[in-house]
């Protein structure tokens, strides 16, 4: 267990090669931390976006689908902040020297319509809920060769670094078996399906509630949801326009 001192150091650490748009060594390789504490870096790391103007406009999980946890070599769900100035709208154009290796992954997100002040079950996901999107993460390590251990990737606030969020649409009562492609240039780099996403994508609010209540730091009324990505992510290349379509939900792209 580190002291709270240690904490700040490392998470500045890690909000500086954000800032910086260096990367830096895996906080692991240096430091011994536990998982409390890697929540606690995040927190820290994020509350310095916060005293810089930044806003909370929700929340993501990752690893919640096999592809994303053979990918990375993590078998574990994890959540993170998503900020304000990590949103993009849809169809605009990201300057990739914001970030310092952007991969790009295909997710569905949740508009949260009603705050829960505990967990809930899957039935009662749609009383929560007032609309769904198609949607894309960028994720940026900010180590090495994009390497890390749970904790590392957990301090790092779980790559967040961008998203951008399709039309929003009524939720149906349920989603099977969505098939979900992602393109660059038209052609199709990774497809899955909804089901990759927990079984159930619905299922991510259920477990971002919970998550969000045993960390004191709770989905609201108003934010969304990054439900994790469905296939492994991929490399962002300059000039190049990456769309993902989820059926029945419809489409959403970025250029590069
Ligand atoms: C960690 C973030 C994982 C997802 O959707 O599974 C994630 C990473 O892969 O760098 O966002
Ligand atoms: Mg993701």
Known sequence: MQTGESLTALAEIVDTAALQVKATDQLSLNHSFTEKDAYEIQRISIDRRFERGEKLIGLKLGFTSYAKMEQMGVHDMIWGRLTDTMLFENGSTVDLSRFI?????????????????????????????????????????????????????????????????????????????????????????????????????????????????KY??????GHILMAGAATPAVFMKPETLVRTTVQNLGTVEVKS
Not at 104 to 113: A, K, M, Q, V
Not at 140 to 160: G, T
Not at 216 to 221: D, F, G, V
């Open 101 to 213: 290796h952007p991969r790009i992954e295909p997710e569905i997100c949740f508009r949260i319509s009603k705050t829960a002040d505990r967990e809930i079950s899957r039935d009662e996901v749609l009383e929560y809920i007032d609309a769904i999107a198609p949607a894309m993460e960028i994720i940026d390590s900010r180590y090495q060769n994009f390497k890390f251990s749970l904790e590392d990737v957990i301090a790092d606030n779980c790559s967040s670094a961008g998203l951008v969020v399709g039309e929003w649409q009524t939720p149906p009562e349920v989603l099977e078996d969505l098939k979900m492609t992602m393109s660059f240039d038209d052609e199709v780099v990774e497809s899955g399906s909804s089901d990759d996403i927990l079984g159930d994508p619905y299922l991510s609010v259920v477990n971002a509630i919970r998550l969000g209540l």
């Open 216 to 221: 004191n730091e709770p989905l609201k009324a």
